[in-house]
Every structure is written in C-alpha cells, then in structure tokens.
C-alpha cells in the first residue's frame, strides 16, 4: 500500500513541468520570520496617519524616525517634544527599548527594506490614526501580528475626525478589522462602539495575575475617558480576547475602555480614549491635557505595562484562546524542545497520517533519511502531522522552525487548490493560531525554511499540527524536514 502510494506520486511529480517553477506568497500569510522580541524591545510608533492633525501632537520626538536625533539621553519627558514624550522616555530610560517614528509621508509595510519596516520592529503604536490605511498597510499589519507582532490601537471618541476627512479613529480602526485581506471576520474578538463617551473612570478588573494590570511599571486600578468610546467583546469570534478595565455600570462583553487579545503568534491592545496617554506638553499652538499623569487615574503604568506585554515582556495575559505570554515568571533553560525533530526515528514522537513519515525516494530529505510527506497524490486527500509540546512559562523566546519544501502539478499561478495549514491548537483541540497556509503557489525547487515567533504561548502545553488538504486532481507534495521549537 505504502508504495503503491510513493510510485503514483513519483508519477505526479514528474507532470509538474513548469510548476516546480511557481514561486508565491502564502495564502494567508508571508512567510519568512516573525517578529519577535529580543533583548530590546523594538516599538513603532505611527505618524503616518495624521496623528498630528488639529489639536492632537500624538508623537514621542519632533526628531523622527530616531528620537535620539532630539536627545540621545532624555532624563525628563521635555527632553522630547511631543504629548506621546513621557511615554516615550519612560520606555528609553529603562535600557530595555528602541523606539523609532514613522514619519508623516511614510507608509506602512511589512517585509520590506526600509528601516522603519514592520519586520524591524516587536510592536506597532497606533495612537488614534485620522485617515484610513491602505489595503497594502492592512495586509502589512494583519500579517506583523500574525507572525507574532504586537499591536496597540487607541482610538478617541466617536465624530473624532481632526483632519476632516470623512473618517474618524474609530471608523479607522473598525476598517482595519473588517475589511483587509488577511482575515476579516472578526480577528481580534472586537468591535469599537460609535459613542462619546463625556467622562469616567473606568475601573480595573480583580486580575493579581494579569501582567497589564499588574506589571513591571505599577498597578493598574482605573483610566481615564475624557471623550472617549468602549468596545464590544466577542468571544466566540476569538476566545482570547479580554476586558480588563471597564466603564462604570458595564462588564463582561459590553462597555470595554482597555482590552487585550491575540491574532496568530502576535498579541493586541486595545483603549478607548487617546487623553490618557495625553501628557500636557508638545509642540506649540496645540491644546493639550496631562492624562498621563491625572492622579484619579494610573494611566502611565497601563501604558507602559501594556507596551512590555506586547513585546513579549511579560506572562499571559487573554482569556481561555491565544496566549500572549513571552515569559516572566517561572524559570526557562536554553533547548529545542521538539521530539524526533529530524523524523530519523520514523513514526515516534508525532501523530501522523499513514505513510506521511517516511524514508521513500519518491521526495528526498534535507538531511539524514527520514522526512515528512503531506499529500502528494492528485486526489482529494487530508493528511495530517502534529505534535504536542509545553513550552516553558519563563522563556521570552521560543521559535518554531522548519524547513518546507512544495512541488506541484498544478499549472494556476493565481489559484490555491491544495493547502497546507500550519496551526497551534489548545489541549482540546481548539486552534489557537493560523500561523500559515501554504498552496501550490508556493511550489519551488529546494526547502525553504520558515520562521514563527510562539512566545505568546509560554506557560501553555500546545499541538503544533500540519494539515495538508489536496483537491481531486493534479498532486501537490508539501515535504517537512528538520523542525524546531526552540526556547531561551
């Protein structure tokens, strides 16, 4: 049985002609390697999008993209201009972080050359954008969150348009969520409510082992809504997502100042109003209010907290999906932590489909003899690969690696008709991440490897799972070899 199987896909393989040519993108996300955090946690923050427009100076510097152009040692929040600068210069004097602006002019990317690129960077700062992000920005941020970035949206209030433009932040930021290439149906578990919100103090919920509420910076007890907006949970759209200070007289799903989520391998957070990162001084001729430091509130620890949990200092931090946890308690030893990662000791360690590890010359190993074989046989099959793993609560790194290697006899160069999906699942068997989903379009000579940050699951015993699903004609052999998940 087994041969008659590596006979009919030498078979196919051999039909591929110019399809073993086919070089492109993966369905859903770029591959390549995540982001991740280092020992510097790298954060953007956007100027892009009219972040500056009427009385908003939502930047950390004047000096961009390096706010070190302005004051290579800040000790005081006047050492950079702008509302943003306290938050700014509390992050660069703990050692622990790069920041960088990107400028008005500029666009979002990700993948790309530019030094202000997504790829650069741990977490992206969208602090209440005014106009609207292009489809390319959309994809840009969906995927940097995918493959394990962090994101931090804050919105204003309803009919909050600066620059007068037809679109608010809110509208922005719903756009984002609903209407972009990656995923539109409700990636994160939210939606953010059209209201204005006059004032309030939302409160913080009972939580000792939230690492926002209660990080490195402080304690979190209560905000602040000058004009701001809530947000609506939705759970069953994405079990991670979780309200952690809410406005007063509303919990659960409805009346959420500041939330966080997961999307992939990356990590969101969500708050309602921009006045409490708001710290009273920028550039003149602006109307400003210290919300940062506002004493009825804890603003500044909430702020800085929030950025260190989505640069992957920090536990986790979500509800019963995702993760989000780069480790901070517990301890972690440097290891790979995968079984039988090279597949030399044949059908052990892994749970795969029949014949799917194997020693056959129909496809050839990276090293040693043994490999992976998903689909490959021209008709409607599923074959599956996982593995179930613990990735250790203390480590802040932790890598998934592998090298894939795709042939097809499929001739479409714009239609996925086999895939392989790349998924972390809970113990239930409930996915927790999409990492990636590969098709014939990625058919290429040779193994690539492929990169995924999973730090936002530390503390978590996960299923690492290959699922290779072939239509009813023409094969496509998507081929692993030497896998790792490596964490310090």
């Not at 000058?226 to 079990?239: E, F, M, Y």
């Not at 392989?420 to 991440?433: A, E, H, I, M």
């Not at 072939?470 to 998940?485: I, K, P, R, W």
Request: charged share 10%; hydrophobic share 30%.
């Amino acid at each position: 049985m087994l041969g008659s199987r590596r006979s009919r896909r030498r078979l196919t393989t051999a039909l591929a002609g110019f399809g073993l040519l086919l070089t492109g993108a993966a369905v859903q996300v770029s591959s390549g390697t995540a982001a991740h955090a280092a020992t510097t946690h790298r954060v953007l923050f956007d100027n892009a999008h009219a972040e500056t427009a009427g009385n908003a100076d939502w930047i950390i510097s004047t000096s961009q993209p390096d706010p070190l152009g302005q004051n290579s040692s800040p000790s005081a929040e006047t050492d950079w201009t702008g509302a943003l600068s306290s938050w700014g210069v509390a992050l660069q004097k703990t050692g622990d972080y790069s920041l960088k602006t990107l400028p008005s002019g500029s666009s979002l990317s990700y993948g790309g050359s530019s030094s202000t690129d997504l790829s650069n960077f741990d977490t992206l700062v969208l602090p209440e954008p005014n106009t609207l992000f292009t489809s390319a920005e959309k994809t840009a941020i969906m995927n940097f969150v995918k493959n394990g970035g962090g994101l931090f949206m804050i919105s204003d209030h309803t009919g909050s348009d600066r620059n007068n433009d037809g679109y608010d932040s809110v509208q922005i930021l719903n756009d984002l969520m609903t209407n972009n290439s990656v995923d539109s149906t409700d990636p994160f578990g939210f939606s953010i409510d059209s209201l204005n919100i006059t004032s309030d103090h939302p409160a913080a919920i009972s939580d000792s082992t939230d690492p926002v509420l209660h990080g490195s910076f402080g304690t979190v007890t209560k905000s602040l809504i000058a004009n701001g907006t809530t947000a609506t949970l939705k759970p069953a759209d994405n079990s991670s997502v979780k309200g952690l200070l809410y406005r007063t007289g509303y919990s659960g799903n409805t009346g959420a100042f500041f939330l966080t989520s997961t999307f992939g391998s990356g990590r969101v957070a969500y708050w309602g109003d921009s006045s409490p990162i708001d710290d009273g001084t920028g550039q003149s001729g602006n109307t400003l209010y210290d919300g940062w430091n506002d004493s009825s509130a804890t603003n500044a620890a909430l702020a800085l907290n929030a950025t260190a949990w989505l640069a992957g200092s920090g536990t986790t931090s979500g509800g019963g999906g995702g993760g989000g946890g780069g480790g901070g308690t517990g301890t972690c030893t440097a290891a790979q932590l995968l079984g039988n990662n090279g597949f030399e000791s044949g059908n052990s360690t892994w749970s795969a489909s029949s014949g799917v590890i194997t020693n056959s010359s129909g496809e050839a190993a990276r090293s040693g003899s043994y490999y992976a074989w998903l689909d490959g046989y021209g008709t409607a099959t599923t074959d599956t690969l996982s593995q179930s793993v613990t990735i250790p609560s203390g480590c802040s790194t932790a890598t998934l690696s592998f090298y894939l290697h795709v042939d097809t006899a499929e001739t479409s160069t714009s239609t996925a008709y086999d895939t392989l999906k790349v998924q972390v699942l809970n113990s239930s068997g409930t996915v927790l991440g999409t990492l990636a989903t590969y098709s014939n379009l990625n058919a290429a000579s040779g193994y690539t490897q492929r990169s995924f940050n999973l730090s936002s699951y530390a503390g978590q015993t996960v299923t690492l799972k290959f699922t290779g699903t072939e239509g009813s004609q023409y094969q496509t052999s998507f081929v692993v070899d030497d896998t790792a998940l490596n964490v310090s």
